[in-house]
């Protein structure tokens, strides 16, 4: 299975990349893969959601994703400046426009269900649609999966566990953290040259370049909207955006020579931005996921602003080294809360991130491994206890503790040889274990933890 940096790192709208942008995927390629015969007689459409999608679905969207979907929209390309007047016209109109061009009834409160005490078997994060024509009988029914990060996948992939169908033969197959030390000390590359060239077996290294810096100006524009964006974001909780004020203060300060940890202030600044953002429905980069897409922009604005000699070389040698190891978890363990807790969020973001500052700070092959490890190996166990079901409380903080403690093992790392007793390899197994062990009201529920423990006003 070939999996590309840019199925890691993909441009969304929040609050969920799991919960929002895979429905809202899985609603259009539902109706993409319908005969064209079938799609003009139709007179109705469902969904049925399941698990953790019907357990926080409310709170993450889930249901705004799917309309969106169903209307023919991509993430990457609707502007979330218009999502709401589009769910009000569906509202309105009692009535939606399939694919932009099959209108049908439709109202979300009725051919929307959340069918919490039920789950497909799978995966937690399951859902069924289904079409119907004049006779009322079901014309067509078929079962998907949002699996983490944004990808979906349908019933017969997940049932053999296939993530995707993409079978590229890749020059350097990547499948492992041995296999990628292994072939850099044997070809003498660097994780960032191997995975750049494997990412032309799609793309000329033009646009693999443009593209990833493309990613890296999403970001950065999305720090900037956080830090620029007043008020409170959506929600029972009504938690106000802190980005704005905390920007205000640190511009106004004056350097503290004695503070030598006020960098670690704008980091947190960076990822409670995105973050907050991200809470707020705005435009995101999955890294690997929504929940933690605050961790990797922090550490790759960190880089740009406060490491000497920093360039888009190294931004793309970042993102090429964070997208190469955010992929290792993808394929040998997971990235969705639902399945594995926070820990295949943050923690994987945390690693991401370490890895890519390693490489960009001339870190030895085996030094990048060992960041990676170290980011992972003080992650395990971590839940997923949105309070409310949003994505809000912890996850905002948590995003910003994940960026520093990325900072701080890509700093462990640099100081050692690159010898150490726990293998990125390992490390990937045991959160994989941990999480299969972990109970499902600690894996995005909102069912345990934090989610029952704070009283919502």
């Known amino acids: 299975m070939a999996i590309s940096v840019f199925d890691i790192f993909t441009i969304g709208i929040g609050p ?3 919960h929002t942008v895979g429905p809202m995927r899985a609603a259009r390629r539902f109706l993409t893969a319908l005969e064209p015969e079938v799609l003009s007689r139709l007179t109705r459409v469902t969904v049925d959601l399941f698990g953790s999608l019907a357990l926080t679905g409310r709170a993450h969207g889930t249901d705004i994703g799917l309309q969106l979907g169903l209307e023919g929209h991509r993430p990457e ?11 009000a016209g569906i509202r309105a109109a009692g009535a939606i ?7 049908i009834a439709f109202d979300p409160d009725r051919d929307i269900s959340f069918r919490s005490a039920d789950t497909l078997p799978y995966h937690s994060n399951g859902m069924r649609f289904t079409v119907a024509g004049d006779d009322a009988s ?3 029914t078929r079962e998907y999966y949002s699996v983490g990060g944004g990808f979906v996948v349908d019933e017969e992939a997940a049932r053999g566990n296939h993530l995707t169908g993409d079978e590229t033969a890749l020059p350097f197959p ?3 953290g041995d296999t990628f030390l292994e072939l850099g000390r044997r070809h003498g590359r660097t994780l960032a040259a191997m995975t750049m060239e494997n990412e032309c077996c799609w793309r000329n290294p033009d646009e693999v370049r443009k593209g990833l810096l493309r990613i890296r100006d999403v970001m950065r524009a999305c720090i900037q909207r956080g830090c620029r964006t007043e008020g409170r974001l959506p929600g029972s909780l009504n938690v106000p955006r802190r980005a704005p004020a905390l920007a205000r203060d640190l511009a106004q300060r004056s350097p503290d020579p004695d503070d030598r940890l006020a960098t670690m202030d704008w980091v947190d600044l960076f ?5 907050e953002e991200n809470a707020g429905g705005g435009r995101v980069v999955t890294a690997p996921t929504n929940g933690a897409a605050g961790v990797v922009p922090a550490v790759l604005e960190y880089y740009e602003r406060f490491v000497r000699g920093a360039d888009d070389e190294g931004v793309v040698t970042f993102l090429l080294t964070a997208g190469a190891v955010g992929a290792l978890y993808k394929e040998n363990a997971s990235i969705s809360g639902a399945e594995v807790g926070c820990q295949g969020e943050v923690g994987v973001a945390c690693s991401m991130a370490a ?6 700070l001339g870190g030895t092959i085996e030094q990048v491994e060992e960041a990676a490890e170290i980011g992972m190996e003080h992650n395990l166990g971590l839940t997923c206890d949105p309070v409310g079901g949003l994505v809000q409380i912890p996850c905002i903080e948590r995003n910003a503790m994940g960026a520093v403690k990325a900072i701080n093992a890509s700093r462990l790392a640099l100081r050692g040889s690159g010898d150490h007793r726990v293998s990125l390899d390992e490390v990937i197994r045991t959160m994989r274990e941990t999480g299969a062990d972990m109970r499902s009201k600690y894996k995005e529920s909102a069912q345990g933890g934090l989610a029952v423990n704070v009283i919502e006003c």
């Open 174 to 176: 990547i499948d492992s």
């Open 355 to 360: 890895a890519g500052l390693t490489a960009v």
């Open 16 to 18: 969920s990349s799991s």
């Open 138 to 140: 079901a014309m067509v």
């Open 77 to 87: 390309e609707i502007e979330p400046d218009d999502i709401a007047a589009c769910l």
């Open 97 to 103: 426009n399939l694919l932009g061009c099959r209108r």
């Open 271 to 275: 990822a409670i931005a995105v973050n």
